[in-house]
């Protein structure tokens, strides 16, 4: 369990096949960096969100590291939640998440790439599990259409 304030999000809600993932620290560091990136859009602001959540806490777990890092990231999301983004050096397929609304990004990332529950995902986003899975199926209706491949005819 990670605390923080006066309330508590349990690493319980990642994926068990993600907590073997990350089994290590270097791949719980590389995971946080990378889920901050997607949220945030900017290497720099994904890298001081990874070491605040490495000072956030003494002894950090791996699963623990990543919910740190969300937090910090999406803290700072609100900064600067229409960018300019940082995201030339990702994929095609990812740079297309910044197309979506900062929230739908978010959910998108936290729920579907980073895997975690939809309990622990609202309470990071501040909003309600019924919020959090319409942003979740908005952004999936919204990417469909961007990941498609264009339909091409067939030669015989």
């Not at 560091?29 to 969100?49: I, N, P, Q």
């Not at 700072?76 to 939640?81: A, F, L, N």
């Not at 297309?96 to 729920?111: D, K, T």
């Amino acid at each position: 369990m990670v605390k923080r304030g006066a309330g508590c999000v349990s690493t319980a809600g990642l994926r068990k096949d993600l907590l073997v993932a990350m089994d290590t620290m270097p791949s719980a560091l590389d995971m946080a960096f990378r889920t901050a990136l997607l949220l945030t859009g900017d290497t720099t602001t994904a890298e001081a969100a990874v070491t605040r959540a490495i000072d956030a806490r003494e002894a950090l777990s791996p699963g623990g590291l990543l919910i740190e890092a969300v937090r910090s990231a999406v803290r700072r999301r609100t900064k600067s939640s229409d960018g300019p983004y940082d995201v030339d050096g990702l994929p095609a397929e990812l740079r297309r998440l910044f197309m979506l609304q900062p929230l739908l990004r978010h959910c998108f990332v936290l729920r579907i790439l980073a895997g975690l529950s939809p309990k622990v995902c609202a309470e990071l986003l501040d909003i309600s599990v019924t919020a959090l899975e319409d942003a979740v199926y908005a952004a999936l209706t919204e990417l469909t259409p961007l990941l498609s491949p264009k339909t091409q005819p067939i030669r015989y």
